[in-house]
C-alpha cells in the first residue's frame, strides 16, 4: 500500500489496481492459511453471505455428534461431550464474545424467523404489561428495504394481538432506495405509539451497516426497546451488545458463520430482561434443573435460554460448534480488518474499470458503513451475475439491479476480488450477458 507516489498520485493508484498488487496482498495476509480448511466448490466463491461453506472444523463437530449419537443414543443427553440437553446454552457461551454479550444472555436454538416471532412477540406482551420500556406504546419501527420475512413475523405478532399491522409496523422510508438514514430512524421514533425499534446490523441488499448504538441511544432516551437482527454481520462484524444496552437480537448461523444450510440460529436477550415470559414457550426453555421433574407448570428458565423452544436439533447446531471455533481462532477483529481492506479494494476496482462500463457501487463508501458485501448495480445485473457463475465465480442477485459480492475474508482474498472486476468487464465489454435470458423469462 506505501507505493511511491507519483506528481499527481497516479501510482499509487495504479499500484493498486496493478495485477502484481493482488498477489503481494494474498501473500503477505495473515488469514491466508484459513482457506485451507475450508471446501470451496467453485474458483471464486463470493457468496458466503448467503451460505458459507463448509470447513474441516465444522465437519469434526458434526462427526462428532453422529459418533456421539452412534455410541451414546439416548445418553448423548447427559453424556456427550457437551451434553446435548445443555448444548444450546454452551454453543450460547461459545457466541458470546462474537456479538459482546455475557454467556448466559446468548444462547442457539430455532431459526432467525422464529426467533424474532418469539422476541417481538415478547417484548409486545411485557409493553402492554407495563414490564418493560416506559410506555404501552406498542407499534414496532422497521424500514422499507428490509429482508421480507422479518415483516412477515412482526406483521403476524401484531396480528395475533388484536393490533392492525398497518397501522402498528411503522416504516422508516429509504431516500435513496440503499441506505437508511440514522436520523430518519430516531425521528420517526418521536412518533408517540413506538414501543420498539427492530432494525437490520447490516442491510442485506445494499451492504450498509447501521449505527446499532446510536440507535440503541437514541430509543432508550425515549423510552423504546431497540432490537437488531445481525443475519449479515455476525462473524463479520464485531459487536457490542451488551455495553451498549441492545435489549435483544437474532441472526442466522450459515451466512458468515458457515454452520451450514439451515443450521441452528442464535438469540441474545439483555439480562435486564430475564424473567420475562417467552411468548412461544415450550419445554426446551423451561428452567433447566426441574425441566425433566416434566411438571405441568411453566418455569423459564432466568436466562436467554427461556426462549428455546423445542427440543434443539443436534446436527444442525453440531457443525456450528467447529464453525465458531475457526472464527475464534481467526480472531473477529482480524476478520473485519481483511473484510474492510478486501471489500475497499472491491470498491477501488469497481471505480477504476467497471464505472465507464456502466456498474456503480451502491454501497456506502466510508469503512465504518459497510458490512462484509458490495452491492455493484447495473441495468443487467442478473444476466451478468449468471454469467459470472458459469465463469465459476459465485455471486448473488438481488432484485432490481444488484450483484452482490461477499470477499468473505476466511476464504476469499485479493485475487478473487480482482477475478470478480476483471470478469465483468469482459462480460460486459463483449456482451456476454446478452446470451442469457432476462430474469422472469426463463427459468432463474
Ligand atoms: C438471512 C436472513 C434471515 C433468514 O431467516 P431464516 O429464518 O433463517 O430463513 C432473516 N432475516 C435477515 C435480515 C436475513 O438476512
Request: proline content about 7%.
Given at each position: 500500500m506505501d507505493s511511491s507516489t507519483g506528481e499527481d498520485g497516479a501510482t499509487e493508484r495504479d499500484h493498486r489496481t496493478g495485477a502484481d498488487y493482488a498477489r503481494e496482498r494474498d501473500e503477505a495476509?495473515?488469514?491466508?492459511?484459513?482457506?485451507?480448511r475450508f471446501d470451496v466448490p467453485d474458483a471464486h466463491y463470493m457468496d458466503g453471505n448467503s451460505l458459507g461453506p463448509v470447513s474441516d472444523a465444522a465437519v469434526a463437530s458434526l462427526e462428532r455428534a453422529v459418533e456421539e449419537w452412534r455410541e451414546l443414543a439416548i445418553r448423548g443427553w447427559t453424556d456427550a461431550e457437551p451434553p446435548w440437553f445443555y448444548y444450546g446454552e454452551r454453543l450460547g457461551d461459545e457466541l458470546a464474545p462474537l456479538v459482546g454479550a455475557?454467556?448466559?444472555?446468548v444462547v442457539v436454538g430455532n431459526s432467525t424467523t422464529v426467533n424474532i416471532h418469539t422476541l417481538i412477540g415478547t417484548f409486545l406482551d411485557a409493553l402492554e404489561r407495563g414490564e418493560?420500556?416506559?410506555?404501552d406504546a406498542r407499534a414496532v419501527l422497521v424500514n422499507d428495504?428490509?429482508?421480507?420475512t422479518d415483516h412477515y413475523a412482526i406483521r403476524a405478532q401484531l396480528r395475533q394481538r388484536g393490533l392492525d399491522p398497518d397501522e402498528h409496523c411503522h416504516l422508516v422510508e429509504s431516500r435513496d432506495g440503499r441506505t437508511i438514514e440514522t436520523d430518519d430512524i430516531v425521528a420517526a421514533m418521536d412518533e408517540e405509539d413506538v414501543g420498539i425499534v427492530f432494525m437490520p446490523?447490516?442491510?442485506?441488499?445494499?451492504g450498509q451497516l447501521l449505527d446499532v448504538e446510536r440507535i440503541t441511544e437514541a430509543a432508550h432516551e425515549r423510552g423504546i426497546l431497540a432490537g437488531f437482527d445481525l443475519a449479515h454481520s455476525i462473524g463479520a462484524v464485531p459487536h457490542e451488545l451488551s455495553a451498549v444496552g441492545v435489549d435483544f437480537a437474532v441472526w442466522c448461523s450459515y451466512k458468515y458463520m458457515n454452520a451450514g444450510p439451515g443450521a441452528i440460529a442464535g438469540l441474545y436477550v439483555n439480562e435486564?430482561?430475564?424473567g420475562l415470559t417467552p411468548a412461544l414457550a415450550g419445554w426446551w426453555g423451561h428452567h433447566k434443573e426441574t425441566q425433566f421433574e416434566l411438571n405441568l407448570e411453566y418455569t423459564p428458565a432466568e436466562t436467554a435460554g427461556a426462549w428455546q423452544i423445542g427440543t434443539i436439533p443436534v446436527l444442525s447446531a453440531a457443525p456450528l460448534e467447529g464453525a465458531i471455533e475457526i472464527t475464534r481462532e481467526a480472531g473477529i477483529e482480524a476478520i473485519r480488518e481483511k473484510s474492510l481492506e478486501l471489500t475497499s479494494y472491491l470498491i477501488s476496482l469497481t471505480d477504476e474499470h467497471l464505472a465507464d462500463r456502466g456498474v456503480s457501487v451502491g454501497t456506502p463508501r466510508e469503512p465504518e458503513r459497510r458490512g462484509g458485501h458490495v452491492a455493484l448495480e447495473h441495468a443487467d445485473a442478473y444476466r451478468i451475475s449468471q454469467a459470472l457463475r458459469d465463469r465459476g465465480i459465485v455471486v448473488d442477485f438481488r432484485p432490481p439491479n444488484v450483484i452482490r459480492v461477499c470477499p468473505a475474508p476466511l476464504y476469499t482474498g485479493y485475487r478473487d476480488v480482482r477475478e470478480v472486476v476483471d470478469a465483468v468487464a469482459e462480460i460486459v465489454d463483449e456482451a456476454e450477458y446478452e446470451e442469457y435470458e432476462r430474469q422472469g423469462d426463463g427459468v432463474t
Open positions: 495476509d495473515p488469514l491466508a492459511a484459513f482457506r485451507g455475557r454467556e448466559d444472555e418493560v420500556g416506559e410506555t428495504l428490509d429482508f421480507p446490523s447490516v442491510l442485506y441488499r445494499s435486564d430482561h430475564f
